[in-house]
């Protein structure tokens, strides 16, 4: 959650700067054995936990939960044209799953801004 915390505190003043709002996605998966609407989490842990990281922020801020399958395909087919996208993770020499993502959505025409959130 530390993580979480330092990438939108980033995210919290870009769109200050920009007079955007923030809309934080998170897709939750849910494996396959488990019917879709029956995460192993409950919806209304994740959305309590990033509902009180949203309120500590200086700009409009928005939650939404997706409970999916496939993360990649969700945030891709849930995020609006040209969108603004800020992601977390830690560098690695090796390609980690949020410089990936973000790979996916530059070549989808997103603006992607990636923060490690231990040097912030």
Known sequence: M?????????ASALAHDLGARITILAAQVVPYPLPLGSPPVPIEFTERALGLMACEQEVETAVKVYLCRDQRQTIRRVLTPDSVVVIGGRKRWW??????????????GHHVVLVDPVQR
């Open 95 to 108: 390609p980690t799953a949020g410089q990936s993502l973000a790979r996916i959505l530059k070549q989808d």
């Open 2 to 10: 530390a993580d979480t915390q330092a990438t939108l505190k980033t």
